[in-house]
């Protein structure tokens, strides 16, 4: 598993959030320095059914695609394949099944454990991915737009993603799995401030 972590480098002055305990603490807190602990606030656990839906899409997208290329490799006797191979293609779509069902069902639960955000002084600390993990630091005063997006199957559930684009790719964040409500105040909230934070700053 890797652990990434994308932060601006201007934080001298931005106040560290605290850290909520010694065990969970993942860095040295300081001036100017946001430590790698768990944010505080998890997303919406409605956040499980979505990744579970999306999950099971792509599933079934690949296990159809299996069915049909198993018939087209017997129905063709591809005959660069072992012979066994060509015998026993009827049963790729349920290999590729039995290979995907245990990451379909976990994915949705490990994410959720992952994906985590807050907002602490003036900066957006977010967590988020499933194999590999993405730690993103985004300082309100940079914030150039924030907006709330949703999918179909996020209307279906009353969740939304908020999107927050910075000037730096690499300090823009994207926080799913939250309830509407609570991504619609988010975003209100980041506006608000960042065009606080800009008017003081002239």
């Known amino acids: 598993m890797s652990d990434r972590a994308d932060e601006h480098r201007d934080f001298t002055n931005v106040a560290a959030p605290a850290d909520h305990g010694s065990e969970r603490g993942r860095g040295v807190p300081g001036r100017g320095r946001v430590p ?34 198993a018939g087209w490799i017997d129905g063709d006797r591809w005959s660069w394949l072992p012979g066994w191979a060509v015998d026993n293609i009827r049963w790729l779509p349920v290999l590729v099944a039995v290979l995907l069902a245990p990451g379909t069902i976990i994915e949705p639960f490990w994410r959720y454990a992952v994906h985590r955000w807050e907002l602490s002084e003036d900066v957006v600390y977010a967590r988020s991915g499933w194999i590999s993990r993405e730690w993103v630091f985004v300082p309100v005063s940079r914030i150039q737009t924030v907006d709330k997006a949703q999918g179909w199957i996020e209307r279906m559930l009353g969740l939304a993603t908020v999107e927050i684009r910075t000037a730096s790719h690499a300090g823009s964040s994207t926080i799913k799995g939250l309830d509407y ?13 960042a065009e606080e934070l800009r008017d003081d700053a002239t």
Not at 181 to 193: D, P, Q, S, T, Y
């Open 181 to 193: 409500k609570v991504a619609a105040g988010l975003a209100e909230g980041l506006a608000r401030r």
């Open 36 to 69: 790698l602990r768990d944010p505080a606030n998890p997303v919406s656990r409605k956040a499980i059914a979505l990744w579970l839906l999306e999950a099971l899409f792509w599933a079934v997208l690949l296990v159809g695609g299996s069915y049909f290329l």
